[in-house]
């Protein structure tokens, strides 16, 4: 795959749900390494892109590409197997594990050993639950939580909480990431910590990220590019400022021009 092949491709896909319509024609593409903003008014129809991308929803028109290969029909953890993660809007962990405990959870796709392995073969159970760990602790370390390693994540202040759910993604080894506003809820101080790490995770692992994110000076520094949708329908896609500067954008998300 080169740098001007698509690595996602969402292709006029048309979403409804009974007489609503949340999305309508939906076209673009990420490139690969691309930090791609989707923005809009709420109920624009954002998170019902990105569960469509990921498998949750099942648009009823139109196909979704990744790495050019058609991943329409497939079931959200076939999407998952492929390299593709991603977070929640509202945080979606196991509350009564430890943040270790999660991102172990996390891993499931890439174990191998099952039952049998652990009874008759322990140690080569054992050998690749230490291989796991080891890159488990390689994202607590990049996220910072190491303070929270052993931590009930029930029992946590609800940025940790968001920060154990972007390792949690991370644990999976994507090579798309799909962040459905990773920093809502947030005060100042952990907005700043989390859009640090998602460009270490960009600059470092040459990450492409499809991100939904509300606070508009964050996106204007972070994205390469920006979708706009309002009311299922792309209205702008273009770099931060030429969609701060768009008529459209400004009287459907901005607030009207003066």
């Known amino acids: 795959m080169n740098a001007t092949t698509p690595k996602l491709s969402v292709d006029n896909i048309t979403l409804r749900f009974g007489g609503i319509t949340a999305l309508h024609g939906v076209t673009f593409d990420v490139m690969p390494g691309e930090i791609l903003a989707i923005i809009g008014p709420n109920g624009a129809g954002k998170t019902s892109c990105i569960n469509s991308i990921n498998g949750f929803y099942r648009p009823q028109q139109g196909h979704i590409r990744f790495e050019s290969r058609d991943i329409s029909g497939l079931a959200p953890y076939r999407r998952a197997m492929l390299g593709i993660s991603r977070t929640f809007q509202n945080i979606a962990l196991y509350t009564n594990a430890t943040t270790l405990d999660n991102l172990m959870a996390a891993r499931h796709i890439h174990m191998r050993s099952n039952l049998l392995d652990g009874a008759l073969y322990w140690w080569r159970a054992r050998h690749?639950?230490?291989?796991?760990?080891?890159?488990?602790?390689?994202?607590?370390?990049?996220?910072?939580?190491?303070?929270?390693?052993?931590?009930?994540?029930?029992?946590?202040?609800?940025?940790?909480?968001?920060?154990?759910?972007?390792?949690?993604?991370?644990?999976?080894?994507?090579?798309?990431?799909?962040?459905?506003?990773?920093?809502?809820?947030m005060n100042v101080e952990e907005k700043e910590d989390m859009a640090r790490f998602i460009l270490d995770i960009h600059e470092r692992q040459k990450m492409t990220i499809v991100l939904i994110e509300h606070d508009m000076g964050l996106v204007m520094d972070i994205a390469d590019r920006i979708i706009v949708l309002d009311f299922g329908r792309k209205i702008a896609d273009g770099a931060p400022e030429e969609v701060r500067r768009d008529p459209a954008v400004i009287n459907a998300y901005l607030g009207q021009a003066h």
């Open 128 to 185: 690749e639950e230490i291989a796991h760990r080891l890159v488990v602790e390689q994202i607590i370390d990049f996220l910072e939580m190491e303070h929270i390693r052993k931590s009930v994540v029930g029992k946590l202040g609800y940025g940790l909480r968001k920060r154990v759910e972007l390792g949690r993604a991370l644990a999976l080894e994507p090579s798309l990431l799909l962040l459905d506003e990773p920093m809502a809820g």
